[in-house]
């Protein structure tokens, strides 16, 4: 992985001036080629490092003069953007805390006390109660310096901020573990009752969560709503948020974190809105969310993509499967979402979704070979992967591409990492009925696989409707069938 071009690449307008107006202070020569690097890694996507370094050097170029000009650009370009920065908002603590260091390293106690005063300002009126800890603890330090410092004030300060930092991280711990594995899990009932009790454990011993201080609250909030989604109570979810709609939820935070969690959240209402089909409730709380969404890029960039996969699943789940194509069109052009490969993987998979939905199955299944040679879809997840995988099969059986999709059944089968109880249940059939005779297929599809108890139990739960996919199947060998005896 090539992280300096991933770097160049990502950088926007803004940050591009930042780094050419600091790497001019620092660097005065006539030719400048962490310049030229820069230029060909922003036009010239495609190349290989061995092709930068003979455009820079020519043929006889030399691989550790070619890195150390990689690492002073990587260099040069982080630290213009972390001083450019550094007064921004949740940085401004940290700002002050460095120049507090700086001066304490010289003994100039007046000055560096001033300075760690506003730091702690800083950190407490942004909630950083990890730095307020260790700030107070300087203070505490520097109190033999300064006959002014009330060390029992400090004392009380750093009590209640190391209990709202310890309660804050349990939180985002066990919120953290949900996260990863409501990610990579498909069935979610089983693997999670370990963590899920743990965490229910956790966010129950908060009596009163309404006396917490907003980003404790926030944090409170996420971690019940994550129990409240993976235990599929989405009317207890919506009982949970809505109430916090109006104040909470949609609270101006400088804050880049509290905005990220207000986005995550009002996300999960969206969807629970969605999943108990109040459209109508979706369609009033999506404009604060793209409010939210406007107010900062950063968060743009990360939350959009989650805003369109809403828009889409809503309308899945009406089967308004052409409009959720032309979202998936927006998707597809919106040049914030194109940085993140990852966004483009699910998108891609949506799209063969809708289109297997709308029966246009030839062009799914060209969206999941493509989707197949990306990179990034190989560094998904395994079971997201068979996911894909599963849809193939099923497309080209709808397609009459039998051999090809038999073949590639028998080997998913002998996988450990196939999916859940329904998937599993799905690819034991089709192997049996890869050994039936044609007219026997249409029979088994619909009497046995429409019935059979692991699939119609985790039906709700599944990406793709394998009950519906039976009939269908069922359907499309019976005019097989009736063609050819005409």
């Known amino acids: 992985m090539n992280i300096l071009k991933m770097l160049v690449q990502e950088l926007n307008n803004d940050e591009l001036r930042h780094y050419k107006f600091y790497s001019k202070r620092r660097n005065r020569e006539a030719v400048r080629k962490d310049w030229k690097l820069l230029e060909i890694y922003r036009e010239r996507s495609g190349w290989d490092d061995a092709q930068v ?28 953007l972390v001083a450019a920065s550094l007064k921004e908002g949740e940085f401004e603590p940290w700002f002050y805390y460095l120049i507090f260091r700086y001066h304490d390293r010289r003994n100039r106690h007046a000055v560096a006390a001033y300075y760690l005063r506003k730091a702690v300002q800083k950190a407490e009126a942004s909630a950083q109660y990890d730095l307020a800890v260790m700030l107070y603890h300087h203070q505490l330090r520097s109190a033999r310096y300064r006959t002014t410092e009330h060390a029992e004030i400090t004392l009380e300060k750093l009590r209640i901020n190391e209990y709202y930092s310890t309660l804050l991280r349990k939180m985002e711990f066990h919120s953290a573990l949900l996260d990863e594995e409501l990610r990579r899990s498909q069935s979610l009932y089983e693997s999670l009752t370990p963590l899920l009790e743990e965490a229910e454990a956790v966010a129950a011993g908060i009596t009163e969560p309404e006396r917490l201080p907003p980003p404790l609250l926030m944090q409170w909030l996420r971690l019940k709503s ?10 207890g979810l919506i009982a949970l948020l809505e109430p916090h709609l109006n104040s909470t939820l949609t609270a101006s935070h400088k804050d880049t974190h509290q905005s990220e969690l207000q986005a995550s959240l009002i996300l999960y209402l969206i969807n629970a809105y969605t999943l108990q089909g109040a ?22 960039a990360r939350y959009r993509f989650f805003y369109y996969q809403a828009h889409v699943a809503a309308l899945c789940k009406t089967e308004k499967y052409g409009e959720a194509l032309e979202v998936i069109a927006r998707m597809e052009k919106d040049q914030t979402l194109t940085v993140n490969p990852l966004y483009q993987v699910f998108g891609a998979l949506n799209k063969a979704l809708c289109l297997y939905e709308t029966r246009r199955w030839n062009e799914a299944l060209k969206t999941l070979a493509r989707l197949k040679t990306w990179e990034a879809f190989s560094e998904t997840d395994v079971r997201l992967q068979r996911q894909a995988e ?23 089968v002998r996988e ?4 859940d109880e329904a998937d599993k249940a799905l690819l034991q059939h089709l192997v049996e009925i890869s050994r039936l005779p044609l007219r026997e297929m249409a029979t088994y599809a619909e009497k046995i696989i429409t019935r059979d108890p692991a699939i119609l139990q985790h039906q709700e739960r599944q990406v793709i409707n394998y009950m519906r ?4 199947f069922a359907n499309q060998i019976k005019k097989s069938l009736q063609k050819n005896f005409s």
């Open 53 to 80: 370094a003979q455009k820079l050097y020519g043929p006889q170029w030399e691989a550790n003069v070619f890195a150390r000009l990689k690492n002073r650009l990587a260099e040069d370009i982080n630290r213009a």
């Open 469 to 472: 996919w039976a009939e269908t």
């Open 226 to 235: 994550q129990i409240l989604v993976l235990r599929h109570d989405y009317a």
């Open 416 to 419: 450990k990492d196939v999916g």
């Open 279 to 300: 459209f109508d409730r979706v369609a009033q709380v999506a404009p604060i969310l793209e409010k939210l969404l406007q107010r900062s890029p950063t968060l743009a």
């Open 390 to 412: 599963i849809l193939e099969i099923l497309v080209r059986l709808l397609l009459d591409d039998m051999d090809y999709a038999f073949q590639r059944c028998k080997s998913l």
